[in-house]
């Protein structure tokens, strides 16, 4: 059984961090591309960050030089580190793992940011 499990998420002030962090169990991690996703209120989801198999990254224009992907294998474990947070980056969170006809979605994590 295949499970994503995020974790991380809270209320955090403008300018403030977080780190997210997502555990993978029942798939063979290291040959995943993963993802981060957020559903902002009243918007759709959409791609926050990625890190492939390679350990190449891909990140959306707006969370450029404040979030960084990146992945241990040995933990089978992703993780987000959010710098700066602007109140406009409240969303639910949610991990995905892709990896050719195999597409999987954590069950997302609330980050608010506020003062």
């Known amino acids: 059984q295949v499970q994503l499990v995020e974790s991380g998420g809270g209320l955090v002030q403008p300018g403030g961090s977080l780190r997210l962090s997502c555990a993978a169990s029942?798939?063979?991690?290291?040959?995943?591309?993963m993802g981060w996703y957020r559903r902002a209120p009243g918007k759709q989801r959409a791609l926050v960050a990625r890190?492939?198999?390679?350990?190449?990254?891909d990140y959306a224009d707006s969370v450029k030089g404040r979030f960084t992907i990146s992945r241990d294998n040995a933990k089978n474990t992703v993780y987000l580190q959010m710098n700066s947070l602007k109140p406009e980056d409240t969303a639910v969170y949610f991990c995905?793992?892709?990896?050719?006809?195999?597409?999987?979605w954590g069950q997302g994590t609330q980050v608010t940011v506020s003062s």
């Open positions: 890190i492939n198999f390679g350990h190449g990254t």
């Open positions: 995905n793992a892709d990896h050719m006809f195999y597409n999987y």
């Open positions: 029942g798939i063979m991690f290291s040959t995943y591309d």
